[in-house]
């Protein structure tokens, strides 16, 4: 028996022109990520109903409506220097740890010798916890700034240098002879072939390390920090007082979701630009 997704995609199939057909394939999926959209709107609102019928505690798991309160009151500027001194940090820090990653990645990817080289001490160092490097960060670099942006550049870091040795190392290996055959340089064949077919994987590894730039952001701002939502945290805690907690949790899902669909639609523009400029290649080629 079919199922309802098939049936409405097939109902869109045949119901005609193209235009219509696509309205009719992309409604359902619209739906869909309206409906993902409102889902934690629906959670806040499920654990507020519990908080007030008493079925969860409130001094563990504070009201929805108290966290919005909590964070309304600290007003716009004060809130708003918390948030952009954890963007600033992560921006800096998911910079400087994906450029390194790009290019020792790339260089990997392209010289098995040099993997083989390199290999085994990235993982090693791959391995290492995040709060494991704070008190080396802090004897080598202070207490400033530099700390806080180099724990979240190795953070971002790895990711980003795996991915793009595997997307590289992954290219069909017939799209390299076919460019050794004609003629195209290292260089070319870098930029025309391999850079291309591994992108995907690139952007993967770019999320994830974006993601994980903004968890190794809460471990930096515990390095003597007096702003930021790290700070937010550790300040919640050591006050008792869960709805602060909570808020600067929600601010950095927030901001994580943002910061990551951001990403993502430049990966679709990028990779529709790519497909673009592969489709007019092989026009002209062919001509």
Same mark, same amino acid.
């Given at each position: ?6 049936? /409405?995609?097939?109902? $869109?199939?045949?119901?005609? =022109?193209?235009?219509? /057909? /696509?309205?009719?394939? *992309?409604? =359902?999926? !619209? ?10 709107? &629906? ?7 519990? &908080? ?24 716009? +500027? ?10 600033? *940090? ?17 260089? !990997? ?10 290999? =085994? ?34 953070? $971002? ?7 793009? &040795? $595997? ?32 992108? =995907? ?70 990779? +529709? ?15």
């Amino acid at each position: 028996m079919a199922t309802d997704d098939s049936l /409405t995609f097939g109902n $869109a199939a045949s119901a005609g =022109p193209a235009g219509r /057909t /696509t309205r009719g394939r *992309r409604d =359902p999926l !619209m739906r869909w990520r309206i409906a993902g959209l409102a889902l934690p709107l &629906v959670l806040l609102a499920l654990v507020e109903v519990l &908080v007030r019928l008493s079925v969860l505690p409130a001094h563990l798991v504070p009201e929805p409506s108290t966290i919005a309160q909590t964070l309304w009151e600290m007003g716009g +500027s004060r809130l708003g220097r918390h948030i952009g001194a954890s963007c600033m *940090r992560v921006i800096a820090g998911f910079g400087l740890g994906s450029a390194l990653a790009l290019l020792s990645g790339a260089a !990997m990817g392209l010289s098995w010798r040099l993997d083989a080289l390199l290999d =085994p001490t990235f993982q090693a160092l791959r391995a290492i916890p995040s709060l494991a490097w704070v008190p080396i960060l802090l004897l080598w670099l202070g207490i400033d700034e530099a700390p806080k942006i180099t724990l979240i550049a190795i953070g $971002a870091f790895f990711p980003v240098q795996l991915s793009v &040795v $595997a997307g590289i190392r992954d290219v069909d290996r017939k799209l390299i002879e076919l460019g050794e055959i004609n003629g195209l340089s290292r260089r070319a064949l870098f930029s025309r072939i391999l850079l291309p077919a591994s992108l =995907p994987q690139i952007f993967t590894g770019l999320r994830t390390g974006l993601s994980l730039a903004w968890m190794f952001m809460v471990a930096a701002e515990l390095i003597a920090a007096t702003r930021g939502l790290g700070y937010l945290l550790s300040d919640g805690r050591e006050t008792g007082r869960p709805d602060l907690v909570f808020g600067a949790i929600l601010l950095l899902a927030l901001l994580g979701k943002v910061s990551d669909s951001i990403l993502k639609a430049i990966e679709i523009r990028t990779l +529709s630009w790519r497909d673009a400029g592969a489709t007019q290649q092989a026009s002209q080629s062919v001509w």
